[in-house]
Nanobody
Framework: QVHLVESGGGSVQAGGSLRLSCVAS????????LAWFRQAPGEGREGVSV???????VYADSVKGRFTITQDNAKNTMYLQMDNLRPEDTAMYYC???????????????????WGQGTQVTVSS
């Protein structure tokens, strides 16, 4: 498993921006997926975006065109730039890692075996 630590959450008004960061401990495999999930109160955990080590990214339809996932492999750090935030983006955001042996692009929480502690994002109207 990988130790993950998120940062960068906060409170903003609708239309604002935030950038989340996720620092990962050293990976033992060269093939893995890094993803962002979110969970609003009373809701299930949903995939927001995922990136492979090679830089291929997938986004949930609800955030396409507004969120951008990137990574700095040298620093084992992943980022989520969130622009034009909406009140419905309010949630606890988690970064997660999955081994390359699964289809991490599906963004199914059960495929991910390493999770950060979460960082809260609150968007007011």
């Amino acid at each position: 498993q990988v130790h993950l630590v998120e940062s960068g959450g906060g409170s903003v008004q609708a239309g604002g921006s935030l950038r989340l960061s996720c620092v990962a401990s050293e990976f033992t495999s060269r093939r893995y997926y890094l993803a962002w999930f979110r969970q609003a109160p009373g809701e299930g955990r949903e995939g927001v975006s995922v990136i492979t080590r090679g830089g291929y990214a997938v986004y949930a339809d609800s955030v396409k065109g507004r969120f951008t996932i990137t990574q700095d492999n040298a620093k084992n750090t992943m980022y989520l730039q969130m622009d034009n935030l909406r009140p419905e983006d309010t949630a606890m955001y988690y970064c997660a890692a999955a081994a390359g042996s699964v289809d991490g692009l599906r963004m199914s929480p059960t495929d991910y075996n390493s999770w950060g502690q979460g960082t809260q994002v609150t968007v007011s109207s």
